[in-house]
């Protein structure tokens, strides 16, 4: 459609061309009338655009109008100045004054068209780019005219409107020209047509205007296809669309001959200067006065350029200062990342630096209860307190979520600033409208010789591993002793993963004594790993190590299908199943359970929560727990009393039966006065860890667990006879 519209419009503009030259005498009103017919189809494009759209686009087409009706205007007073026999000089300066006007109306459309962004530096650019073009093409056509042909007057009647309608070219090209080289991503499709038709406007004038100074009879003969073709391509301008900018795209010079052009026209000045001395032999003032506009244009570009540069040199050192720091530091805190610490500790190590690695207890229930706002506030209040508490050398950093780091340089005793972050770090954090206390746990880690930065590290994970195993709220310095018991540890869970694929794993059952009766009414399931070098290991002994190789649960399912197995030939006997927090949160454990019972009545199994999984994720397991309530499984809970549970809490689960942690049967009066709590919630107590029937009596308890774990055969038999031989 495009490219039959462009040709349509060449085979006019020869038409009119060649009607140009068969018809000299009437030349000068054939152009008039086929000139103000194309404006005039031009300007009802414009205006009809303009009707439908508003704002910006609406304001560039109605420029456009303007320009085309100042355009229009000048060709009617040639015309009628011709029929009413007006002197060249009259004519000439009427139709340079209103082209002047509709040329400056024609340009300021080209540096407002909607969708381009000039900045105060491109628009110098652009402009000193557009002098520089305009001066050269005006010192050829001089040169050209002016200086080498003898029949051009610069004192016949109109010549100086004529070169001032010259002068125009400059103001023109200064918007068209660059914009022409220049290109954004998001240009309108109709600004091409727009400027290459004010551009071919401008040209043909002054091809006409030097002509009839060279002496044509016809001047009009010289431009008027050039005149006919820039004023169509105006309108057709109209009949593209521009688009819609959501942002207004910034308009630079992407190319290299965009870059060069102001030095390429001043070499072609100079060559032309140089041209016109070998033909005239003589200065020509107008030439070189040219040649030093341009030169100074030129420079003054340079220097915008120049200028410019150093502030995108400068903006690309912030840029890259701001993406090196962001690579390096964490955005909440604007501490040093684990990156960062690492790269320190690195370098640190040429000596006998200190590492404290510093954990917030129970970060988890805020994060929980209060949302992560208020977290990540906590977070950033830590981060304050820890700065305050090393020195200005020192480097503090978060290692990733509430762990937090603090390298100190040789000379420093850890031990000091550990105690200083403990005292000022863990006090209450006012979050909000509330209030909430702090506290943490610190591991400590001195470098020795040739040590790597990953082992300095480690040793202090593994003393804050030991500080919050010991209670939290402390500190602990890594040791020797510490390093191998970690080692230790590390190779207990390599173990279990291949003591699973074995199955060397041992069930026996400790009974589970009513005292008034002396019957055996039920069972505590007890699971030993029958270790190759170690001997037989209590889970107490390896639970740790399952967990940190994840297969706690499914040795709980192999453990609950076995149990349930046996319980099954034990009728009126509830069998007591150790089970860990991963087990019971599993989403499926409802149906496991389910699927292992397979018939067995529900009550004959007890499955016992320790009571530190029920501190740490109550939430989390409280869905699971009312689940197998449901299914009709008894509930308990083992160690009560090792942690900080709290009883609301402990009411809200569906719990029957309480297991007394060792420590609470140290003292019979601690002892029964736990037991009295337990009977007032409607629950059963247990106690466990106590052989002595004198001391059971002495602290009112009525259900114990006595004597040593038999296998299911000795204990089915065991069933069957009172429980006085139970020692």
């Known amino acids: 459609m495009q490219r039959g519209w462009l040709t349509g419009t060449l085979v006019l503009s020869v038409a009119f061309q060649a009607a140009l030259v068969v018809l000299p005498h009437g030349a000068r009103h054939v152009e008039s009338v086929g000139l103000l017919s194309v404006t005039a189809w031009a300007m009802f494009?414009?205006?009809?655009?303009?009707?439908?759209?508003?704002?910006?686009?609406?304001?560039?087409r109605m420029l456009s109008v303007a320009a085309l009706g100042l355009w229009a205007l000048a060709l009617a007073g040639n015309e009628i100045g011709l029929l009413l026999g007006a002197s060249l000089e009259v004519r000439m300066c009427v139709l340079a004054a209103l082209a002047q006007a509709g040329l400056a109306c024609a340009v300021i459309p080209l540096l407002v068209v909607p969708g381009f962004r000039l900045t105060r530096s491109s628009t110098t650019r652009m402009v000193l780019d557009g002098i520089a073009v305009g001066l050269s093409l005006a010192s050829l056509a001089w040169a050209a005219l002016f200086g080498v042909d003898p029949r051009v007057d610069v004192n016949a009647p109109g010549a100086l409107a004529l070169i001032t309608l010259s002068g125009s070219?400059?103001?023109?090209?200064?918007?068209?020209?660059?914009?022409?080289?220049?290109?954004?991503?998001?240009?309108?499709?109709?600004?091409?047509?727009?400027?290459?038709?004010?551009?071919?406007?401008?040209?043909?004038?002054?091809?006409a205007g030097f002509a009839a100074l060279a002496g044509s009879p016809a001047p009009e003969i010289a431009a008027g296809g050039a005149l006919f073709l820039g004023t169509a391509l105006i309108g057709r301008a109209a009949l593209l669309p521009l688009p819609t900018f959501v942002r207004r795209a910034p308009w630079e010079y992407p190319s290299t001959l965009a870059q060069a052009l102001p030095y390429l026209v001043l070499l072609a000045l100079a060559a032309i200067a140089g041209v016109h001395q070998l033909l005239v032999r003589q200065i020509n003032l107008v030439l070189v006065g040219m040649l030093f506009v341009l030169a100074v244009s030129v420079l003054t570009r340079q220097f915008v350029s120049l200028k410019r540069n150093a502030r995108l040199a400068d903006e690309l050192t912030r840029q890259r200062a701001q993406l090196a720091?962001?690579?390096?530091?964490?955005?909440?805190?604007?501490?040093?990342?684990?990156?960062?610490?690492?790269?320190?500790?690195?370098?640190?190590?040429?000596?006998?630096?200190?590492?404290?690695?510093?954990d917030l207890d129970a970060f988890k229930a805020v994060n929980d209860t209060r949302g992560h706002a208020a977290g990540d506030q906590l977070l950033v209040t830590v981060a304050r307190r820890l700065r305050s508490s090393v020195g200005n050398?020192?480097?503090?950093?978060?290692?990733?979520?509430?762990?937090?780091?603090?390298?100190?340089?040789?000379?420093?005793?850890?031990?000091?600033?550990?105690?200083?972050?403990?005292?000022?770090?863990?006090?209450?954090?006012?979050?909000?409208?509330?209030?909430?206390?702090?506290?943490?746990?610190?591991?400590?880690?001195?470098?020795?010789?040739?040590?790597?930065?990953?082992?300095?590290?480690?040793?202090?994970?593994?003393?804050?591993?030991?500080?919050?195993?010991?209670?939290?709220?402390?500190?602990?310095?890594?040791?020797?002793?510490?390093?191998?018991?970690?080692?230790?540890?590390?190779?207990?869970?390599?173990?279990?993963?291949?003591?699973?694929?074995?199955?060397?794993?041992?069930?026996?059952?400790?009974?589970?004594?009513?005292?008034?009766?002396?019957?055996?009414?039920?069972?505590?399931?007890?699971?030993?790993?029958?270790?190759?070098?170690r001997g037989p290991l209590e889970r107490f002994e390896f639970e740790d190590a399952a967990v940190a190789v994840g297969l706690l649960s499914a040795l709980d399912r192999r453990i609950l299908?076995?149990?349930?197995?046996?319980?099954s030939r034990w009728p009126g006997v509830t069998v007591t199943i150790p089970v860990g927090a991963a087990c019971v949160a599993d989403p499926s454990v409802v149906s496991a359970v389910a699927s292992c019972l397979d018939g067995l009545s529900p009550d004959a199994i007890e499955l016992a929560v320790p009571e530190s999984a029920l501190v740490a994720d109550g939430a989390t397991l409280e869905r699971p727990?009312?689940?197998?309530?449901?299914?009709?499984?008894?509930?308990?809970?083992?160690?009560?009393?090792?942690?900080?549970?709290?009883?609301?809490?402990?009411?809200?689960?569906?719990?029957?039966?309480?297991?007394?942690?060792?420590?609470?049967?140290?003292?019979?009066?601690?002892?029964?006065?736990?037991?009295?709590l337990a009977q007032?919630?409607?629950?059963?107590?247990?106690?466990?860890?106590?052989?002595?029937?004198?001391?059971?009596?002495?602290?009112?308890?009525?259900?114990?667990?006595?004597?040593?774990?038999?296998?299911?055969?000795?204990?089915?038999?065991?069933?069957?006879?009172?429980?006085?031989?139970?020692?």
Request: net charge neutral; aromatic share 6%; proline share 4%.
């Open 45 to 60: 494009h414009f205006l009809r655009r303009a009707r439908e759209l508003t704002g910006a686009q609406r304001r560039w």
């Open 169 to 207: 070219l400059l103001v023109l090209l200064s918007a068209a020209v660059p914009i022409f080289f220049g290109r954004s991503p998001n240009g309108p499709t109709s600004l091409g047509s727009f400027a290459g038709g004010i551009a071919l406007l401008a040209c043909g004038a002054v091809a």
């Open 325 to 358: 720091y962001q690579a390096f530091h964490d955005p909440l805190t604007g501490l040093a990342n684990r990156a960062l610490f690492a790269e320190k500790l690195e370098s640190a190590l040429s000596g006998t630096p200190s590492v404290l690695l510093i």
């Open 393 to 533: 050398g020192d480097t503090v950093a978060r290692m990733g979520g509430d762990e937090f780091a603090v390298l100190l340089p040789s000379g420093v005793d850890p031990r000091d600033i550990a105690s200083t972050i403990l005292d000022r770090v863990a006090r209450p954090v006012t979050l909000g409208e509330a209030t909430v206390g702090l506290r943490v746990s610190v591991g400590v880690a001195t470098a020795r010789p040739g040590v790597s930065a990953d082992s300095v590290l480690r040793d202090a994970d593994l003393a804050l591993y030991r500080a919050k195993s010991e209670g939290k709220n402390r500190y602990r310095v890594a040791d020797r002793e510490l390093a191998d018991r970690a080692l230790e540890r590390f190779r207990l869970e390599e173990e279990f993963r291949d003591a699973i694929d074995r199955d060397e794993f041992e069930l026996s059952y400790r009974p589970l004594v009513e005292l008034a009766s002396e019957r055996v009414v039920g069972a505590e399931a007890v699971v030993r790993w029958c270790h190759r070098s």
């Open 561 to 567: 299908a076995a149990v349930c197995a046996d319980a």
């Open 625 to 676: 727990l009312h689940g197998l309530a449901a299914l009709g499984v008894r509930l308990g809970v083992a160690d009560f009393g090792a942690g900080p549970i709290e009883l609301p809490a402990l009411r809200a689960l569906p719990i029957r039966t309480l297991t007394l942690h060792h420590s609470l049967t140290v003292d019979p009066t601690l002892t029964r006065a736990v037991i009295d």
């Open 680 to 727: 007032t919630l409607g629950l059963r107590a247990v106690v466990s860890g106590v052989e002595s029937r004198t001391r059971l009596r002495d602290c009112g308890a009525t259900l114990a667990s006595l004597g040593p774990s038999l296998s299911a055969e000795a204990f089915a038999h065991l069933t069957v006879f009172r429980t006085d031989s139970v020692a």
